[in-house]
């Protein structure tokens, strides 16, 4: 009976003894997969690493744990756990000995504090046990996880094993939160692109398109300086700059200055100077990349628009406004003015000697005089007004803030520079001719702020103009002949419209 009891007493404790290490082991297990919930629940890395630290030290009755990340050629504290704030050091600190010798294939290692002493920031901790990590992803080094006991209960196999599970879990929660701040920030960066973009996007003005690619280069890089040049038959002139002085032509590269083409099409809309810009390879060259791809689009929309705009408006004879940007100006300049009170003179100017010109000496004279012509009203209008070309031979001008005294006084300089000889030349050589011109006035005050009504009634008043010119000059039996001059023809003010 003695035998059969104690062999009794043996399997009882057996099983006592492995009852307890599965229930540790359940423990362990238990715990780890806690600590690995309660990684999944953060995203940033800082977050990460304060979560470990903590739950590690409580999993292992660690009177110490300490997360130690690579920076500036040494280690920095990146969390902490039982470290008073005096202890803790300051700046980088270098590597322990005892981490030397880990790996990928080995990330752990234990040591009572006599075998392997403990980092000189910890020594005077009382400290028994130390316990290192390595924590390592893909062979990329992240850093250290440090335990320490200062009871004398060494770390041992199970913990070690233990411990290398940990580290793998923390690493792979560190490179989710480095993958997961990557997303975010470029995720950010695509916001602010696209933020960006719709703003310079509703640009169809060449220059405040030049002038926003600039203020946005600057504030969203950001760069020291930035300048758009445009490029036209005189080379390339400064359109916007900011951040620097930056020269009108652009004859060379200044000193510091990285040149980009803006645009996809031959020739290129312009340049865009930059300086300060970000190194190579990171977020905010990559972000400055996609802006210049964004800015020479939005360029090339802004010239587009401005040819498509100026061939809608402009008379292609003469290089004047044509009819439809007179009217569509005239209007806005009507409703101004009713606001204010001021006063708008119409002039209608018709050339009284065309006719005869274009008849006699062909369409290509008569184009020579009405560009001619077309020049000397926009000289002599100058700032006063705008110029434009209605149609054939008839040309109009609108001049704002005005009074009858000053729509008068320009209508007699005007008559004055159309009167005077032409200078035209033919296949045959020169000729001198003199067209003329009659010229209706009509201001909104007396007439009404209607742009169609205003212009019917300067156009009433020129035709009466014409039939008063044409009166006194059959009254002075010289105004409507054609006679031939030396050195070319010379041609008499003929109604061309009666």
Known sequence: ???????????????????????????????????????????????????????????????????????????????????????????????????QSLSAARPVTAAPV???????????????????????????????????????????????QELIAIVSRISLAIDNGRLYRRT???????????????????????????RNIVDTMIEHVPLAGAAVYLTDIYGEELAAGGGAEWPRILDEIPPGALALRLGSQDPSAGRLLLTGVPPDGTDARSFLDHLVDVGGLVLEKALLFQRIRMQAETDVLTGMPNRAYFMETLAASLSRCRQDGSDVAILFIDMDGFKAVNDTYGHDAGDQLLIAAAQRLSETVGLHGIAARLGGD??????????????????????????????????????????????G???????????????????????????????????????????????GAGLGQEDDRV
């Open 114 to 160: 006599g075998e392997s002493p403990a980092p000189e920031w910890l020594s005077a901790g009382g400290l028994s046990h130390l316990a290192y990590g390595l924590l390592t992803v893909r062979g990329e080094h992240l850093g250290h996880l440090l335990l320490a006991r200062t009871e004398d209960r060494p770390f041992d196999d199970a913990d070690i």
């Open 441 to 487: 006035l009509c201001l909104a005050a007396g007439c009404g702020y209607d742009a169609s009504s205003l212009l019917s009634t300067a156009d009433a008043d020129m035709y009466a103009a014409k039939q008063r010119r044409r009166a006194a000059r059959r009254a002075s039996a010289v105004g409507g002949l054609v006679r031939a001059v030396p050195q």
């Open 394 to 439: 008839e040309f109009v001008i609108a001049c704002t803030d005005t009074t009858t005294a000053e729509a008068e006084l320009l209508a007699a300089r005007i008559q004055e520079a159309v009167d005077a000889p032409y200078h035209l030349q033919l296949p045959s050589g020169e000729v001198e001719v003199t067209a003329g011109c009659s010229i």
């Open 184 to 210: 975010q920030d470029q995720l950010h960066r695509l916001q602010r692109l696209n933020a960006v973009t719709a703003g310079l996007a509703g640009m169809v003005d060449v220059i405040t398109a030049a």
């Open 1 to 99: 009976m003695g035998e059969d009891d104690d062999e009794i007493r043996r399997l009882r404790a057996e099983l006592a003894q492995s009852r307890a290490i599965s229930a540790r082991a359940l423990a362990r297990a238990t715990r780890l997969a806690q600590l690995v919930t309660a990684l999944g629940k953060v995203t940033e890395v800082d977050d990460v690493l304060e979560c470990a630290v903590c739950d590690v030290a409580e999993m292992f009755d660690a009177d110490v744990a300490v997360v130690l990340t690579p920076a500036d050629g040494g280690l920095r504290l990146a969390a902490q756990w039982g470290i008073a704030a005096r202890h803790l050091p300051s700046g980088t600190v270098s590597a322990p000995a005892a981490v």
